[in-house]
């Protein structure tokens, strides 16, 4: 169906004028002896036009809050003590000005102790490097001794047999400790296993205390009436925005006590919500202990993780170090089947035995390496902890508030400055669905802060409704904005709203309804004719027709009593002048806008 917006107002003065002719033939009843009622003149004077074509445009006004485009805060990442700040509200700021000092004392513990921890490491590095180079030596002087050496003795022999030997006794060395490591781990992956259950099992009654907390609040604020509160809170809001807008008629003691009563519901709310507090405090703090123990729980199983990584590469090792000690074995039995009859096969198989050395050595240069970068990244966090310490702008801007002071102790649950870039300012404003359809980003506006005018564009349309007010929520950005506009004041905001183009613009006085049928008269050929019509949006002076008369009819504009079907009419046509205010194309009075529904409503 479609929807239209005509008049909500009846004609009263036709209603008038037919009841005192109904009084006076009722009067004229009892009079038998009453002279004959004069008979009226056929032919009634009219003023007529003709309907233009045209584009009427209505305006809104609105109610909207200002803001900053860019509004930030700045939290501490650290707890500490505040040595002193030099900024107050109102200063002007630059993105990296530093605004306090926090005391450094702990972080510098921190630093000096990975410092320590890297110099460590360090030293490891060059241990393990003099090792390689020891071990380099050795292979040297293992391969320039087996190269001189073609002549060994049966004792020189059996030695390299027990050396081999030995090497594989320090491989089975190796392995036992592998295996001890690993029973190790999975003793402690079942402490794991048993911290992580019992943390599973403390979560859910963590969880469980933040459902009777919430249970507790809900059952409070029904207990208090809250939501009814609310209810007639926004009623009474109405009523004052409706006699205020003049939506509803009212005299001055009536917006009086309507504002009164505003108030007493507005502080009986405020009353219920700080009676509420504390439970709402009550389920926040069971929040932050189900979301602590879950936190708990999920480390538990990291650190399971974690242990079973570090057993994977423990059998890993495991697997390599077998693998190691069979092929350790295979060189010694070769060796000594070979040992008396190729010499040189012999030498190599001792090169390769000493290359291992070598190979071992530069490995633990490559372990001792990682070591120390993991030291190094421990003081590249040290540092920038400490740089934490130290609270900086991040924008351009103006100090909207500071929160701490010297000696106080600033902490990351609150933020200690806040920072607005006011080169830009948002003005938003709510507006009803129907309202909403007609907006557009990009759209230009106008800002009333007390009189001073500002303009604006549409950068957002609300695409949910607010809670609160059930109305959707409308950005605009003042680019050129000054110091009248403050954070949070209230301001007027005009925008175009309801248009129709393409449609014909007659006088709102021409058009007559029968129940909710609106009709108008033209003239044809001297006679009046009764036009049905379809209206579309109006404002005070002019309204749309969207059907039923086009531009080559005669309208007849004025009124009169013996105005009817089949009247004969004489027309005066307008002049131009006195019809330019009918084929205005663009209207800013929206204050008569209604929709046919709430018309009848009126009617009935």
Not at 22 to 33: I, K, M, N, Q, S
Request: glycine letters at 6%.
């Amino acid at each position: 169906m479609k929807r239209q917006y005509i008049k909500s107002g009846r004609r009263a003065v036709p209603v008038l004028i037919a009841a005192a002719c109904t009084v006076t033939l009722l009067a004229g009843c009892t009079d038998t002896t009453a002279p004959e009622e004069e008979t009226l003149s056929d032919v009634i004077p009219v003023e007529a036009q003709m309907p233009a074509a045209g584009t009427l445009t209505l305006k809104n006004e609105f109610v909207g809050t200002v803001s900053p485009e860019e509004s930030v805060y700045v939290i501490p990442m650290v707890t500490a003590e505040v040595l002193g700040t030099d900024i107050s509200v109102g200063d002007t700021v630059t993105a990296g000005q530093e605004l306090c000092k926090l005391d450094t004392e702990a972080a510098e513990l921190q630093l000096a102790s990975a410092q320590a921890q890297y110099n460590s490491a360090a030293a490891g590095v060059q241990a393990a490097e003099v090792g390689y180079e020891i071990a380099q030596a050795q292979y040297d002087n293992a391969v320039a001794q087996l190269d001189v050496q073609n002549e060994q003795t049966q004792r020189q022999k059996d030695l390299t047999m027990y050396q081999m030997q030995m090497q594989i006794d320090g491989i089975n060395d190796g392995i036992d400790d592998i295996n001890e490591q690993l029973y190790q781990l999975e003793e402690d992956r079942e402490d794991a296993k048993d911290q992580r259950d019992d943390l599973n099992r403390a979560r859910g009654k963590a969880n469980e205390y933040v459902k009777q907390a919430q249970a507790a609040y809900q059952a409070t604020a029904a207990a208090y009436g809250y939501e009814k509160a609310q209810r007639e809170y926004q009623a009474a809001l109405a009523l004052v925005t409706g006699m205020e807008s003049g939506q509803i008629e009212h005299d001055d003691a009536a917006l009086a006590a309507a504002k009164a009563d505003l108030e007493a519901k507005r502080t009986a709310l405020e009353e219920i919500k700080e009676k509420l507090k504390p439970y709402e405090e009550a389920v926040q703090a069971a929040q932050s202990a189900a979301s602590q123990t879950s936190a708990a729980y999920e480390q538990a199983k990291a650190g399971i993780e974690s242990i079973d990584e570090g057993k994977e590469k423990l059998e890993d090792s495991l697997s390599d170090t077998y693998k190691t000690k069979e092929q350790t074995e295979t060189v010694k039995n070769l060796t000594e089947a070979q040992l008396n009859i190729d010499t040189q096969a012999v030498q190599d198989i001792s090169k390769r035995t000493a290359a291992l050395g070598v190979d071992s050595a530069a490995a633990q240069v490559n372990s001792a390496k990682v070591g120390a970068a993991g030291a190094k990244v421990g003081i590249d966090s040290a540092e920038y902890q400490l740089d934490m310490y130290t609270l900086t702008a991040p924008i351009d801007g103006v100090i909207e508030a500071v929160n701490v002071k010297a000696h106080d102790f600033a902490s990351p649950q609150s933020p200690a400055f806040v920072i607005s870039n006011k080169n830009t300012m948002t003005v938003t404003f709510g507006v009803s669905e129907g309202i909403r359809g007609t907006l557009r980003v990009g759209q230009k506006i106008q800002v009333d802060r007390n009189g001073k005018l500002y303009d604006a564009v549409i950068t957002e349309i609300g695409s949910m409704v607010d809670q609160n007010t059930g109305l959707f929520m409308i950005k605009s950005c003042v680019s050129t904005p000054d110091e009248s506009l403050l954070t949070g004041s209230s301001v007027k905001v005009t925008a175009e709203t309801y248009s129709q183009a393409d449609a014909l613009l007659i006088p709102y006085d021409a058009v007559y309804y029968d129940d909710s049928q609106p009709y108008v008269y033209v003239a044809e050929n001297g006679t009046a004719k009764r036009k049905d019509v379809e209206t579309g949006i109006f404002d005070m002076d002019t309204i749309t027709v969207l059907s039923g008369l086009t531009t080559e009819d005669t309208l007849i504009t004025s009124w009169s009593a013996n105005l009817r079907e089949g009247a004969e009419v004489s027309v005066r046509m307008k002049t131009e002048s006195e019809t330019d205010g009918t084929e205005s194309a663009d209207s800013e009075n929206a204050n008569d806008v209604q929709t046919a529904d709430s018309a009848d409503a009126d009617g009935e």
